[in-house]
T-cell receptor, first 115, second 111 residues
Framework: DAGVTQSPTHLIKTRGQQVTLRCSPKSGHDTVSWYQQALGQGPQFIFQYYEEEERQRGNFPDRFSGHQFPNYSSELNVNALLLGDSALYLC??????????????FGQGTRLTVV | GIQVEQSPPDLILQEGANSTLRCNFSDSVNNLQWFHQNPWGQLINLFYIPSGTKQNGRLSATTVATERYSLLYISSSQTTDSGVYFCAVEPWAGTASKLTFGTGTRLQVTL
């Protein structure tokens, strides 16, 4: 059983460019959440997708957008990249059994460097 | 929003020593998870523990939800235990599996 997989593992982009990160959830999972982890900090919630809709969003600007496909895989898009967007981007998947009954599993992350 | 604090921020142990990591949270939670982040960035699930005590080999965890804290115990530590340990909570009024993370405890186990 494959776990959560993310691609690419590393990426270097120039300020102002756009980037797309991809995530395939664990088999049987229907919910995908994205997190940003800056160096030396804990992951910060960006947004969550369920049934192809954005269900919840953290405190991130509209430059961050996403999508969930019918097979539950997901993309994170970031437009107009800033140096401060350099971080490890983590995808988590879960099978929604309601609050308090849902365990999240994480991929290995995509390390984005903006120069 | 909910605040999650972990202590100590840094810990250095000799191989074979025991340790206790603490996670305090400021409000009621539906769920709490402990993770180990390895040097490559992968978050590895250790415990899913909204309340009570669980054990898995040399690791065990206890969550006292009414007092808003959780403890992670590592016994007979090994060099492979090195890395950052995070607790993450799902707030009471929140969405399933939307997690708020603590700042982590960085553990280094030396020979």
């Amino acid at each position: 059983d494959a776990g959560v997989t993310q691609s690419p593992t590393h990426l270097i982009k120039t300020r102002g460019q756009q980037v797309t990160l991809r995530c395939s959830p664990k088999s049987g999972h229907d919910t995908v959440s994205w997190y940003q982890q800056a160096l030396g900090q804990g992951p910060q919630f960006i947004f969550q997708y369920y049934e192809e809709e954005e269900r919840q969003r953290g405190n991130f600007p509209d430059r961050f957008s996403g999508h969930q496909f019918p097979n539950y895989s997901s993309e994170l898009n970031v437009n107009a990249l800033l140096l401060g967007d350099s971080a490890l981007y983590l995808c988590a998947s879960s099978m929604d059994r309601g609050p308090g009954n849902t365990e999240a599993f994480f991929g290995q992350g995509t390390r984005l460097t903006v120069v | 929003g909910i605040q999650v604090e972990q202590s100590p921020p840094d810990l250095i142990l000799q191989e074979g020593a025991n340790s206790t990591l603490r996670c305090n949270f400021s409000d009621s939670v539906n769920n709490l998870q402990w993770f180990h982040q390895n040097p490559w960035g992968q978050l590895i699930n250790l415990f899913y523990i909204p309340s009570g005590t669980k054990q898995n080999g040399r690791l065990s965890a206890t969550t006292v939800a009414t007092e808003r804290y959780s403890l992670l115990y590592i016994s007979s530590s090994q060099t492979t235990d090195s890395g950052v340990y995070f607790c993450a909570v799902e707030p009471w009024a929140g969405t399933a599996s939307k997690l708020t993370f603590g700042t982590g405890t960085r553990l280094q186990v030396t020979l």
